[in-house]
């Protein structure tokens, strides 16, 4: 089974991604919900990063090394790294403090040195500010974002045309990859009967707030 149908299946077993009725931070009622807090244990959280682990790989992208921004790019960014290694890629990781440190070593990186070809760990992108500021940060450094790795594409239009997804990929010029998204939840629904009922509901979800075909 492909990867990304393994991490809807995964998603939907740890409630993670659920189907009913839900109101989003747009004021839109959706059809699902996607809520990675949920992945709230070590035994999740370890699986979750070997799926972003496979989506990096899988990629092709280069990286030199991993950023989390706070906070909850924290766990996200250590966990992948352990799981990176353990498939040979040993890379690097940081993250930023909510609040620059005045004593001690001071500043707001926690992690190893911001350097070369950065990639950015996040969970979703809905206005895309952690993205923006994590840009910043890098940049500061005298790096360079690379890329952005979230779970899930809702391959949902912001207020505009464009989704957040796509704000970032041409304001920044960066790839956003993720784990799965809409496509692979709708083959999800698709193929398993017992949730085969959701799937109207979804698809007319879609077709209200979903990006054009070939956009």
């Known amino acids: 089974m492909d990867f990304r149908q393994e991490f809807i299946e995964f ?13 989003t931070k747009a004021g839109r009622l959706s059809p699902y ?11 999740a ?4 990063a ?6 990096i ?4 992208i280069v990286v030199d090394g991993l950023f989390g921004p706070a906070y909850k790019g924290i766990p996200l960014v250590a966990a992948i790294a352990v799981a990176l290694a ?3 890629r040993n890379l690097p990781f940081s993250f930023n403090r909510k609040e620059a440190k005045d004593h001690g070593e001071g500043g707001s990186i926690v ?3 911001l350097a070369g070809r950065v990639l950015i760990i996040d969970d ?19 790096a360079s974002p690379c890329g952005v790795v979230i779970a899930l594409d809702r391959m949902e239009r912001g207020s505009g045309e464009r989704s957040a997804v796509q704000e970032v990929e041409q304001d920044y010029g960066i790839p956003v990859l993720a784990v799965a998204s809409l496509d692979d939840l709708m083959n999800f629904l698709r193929e398993h009967p017992d949730f085969r009922q959701h799937e109207a509901a979804v698809a007319h979800y879609r077709q209200a707030y979903g990006l054009a075909r070939g956009s």
Do not use: C, D, K, W
């Not at 919900?33 to 035994?43: I, P, Y």
């Not at 790989?57 to 092709?60: A, D, Q």
């Open 57 to 60: 790989l899988t990629s092709g």
């Open 124 to 142: 979703v992108i809905s206005a895309g500010t952690s993205i923006r500021e994590s840009v910043t940060l890098i940049r500061a450094a005298g």
């Open 33 to 43: 919900f996607f809520n990675a807090g949920l992945f709230n244990n070590g035994e």
């Open 50 to 55: 070997e799926f972003y682990a496979q989506a």
């Open 11 to 23: 998603a939907v077993a740890q409630g993670v991604l659920r189907f009913g009725s839900f109101t």
């Open 45 to 48: 959280l370890g699986r979750l």
């Open 86 to 88: 353990r498939t040979g």
């Open 111 to 113: 992690g190893a040195p």
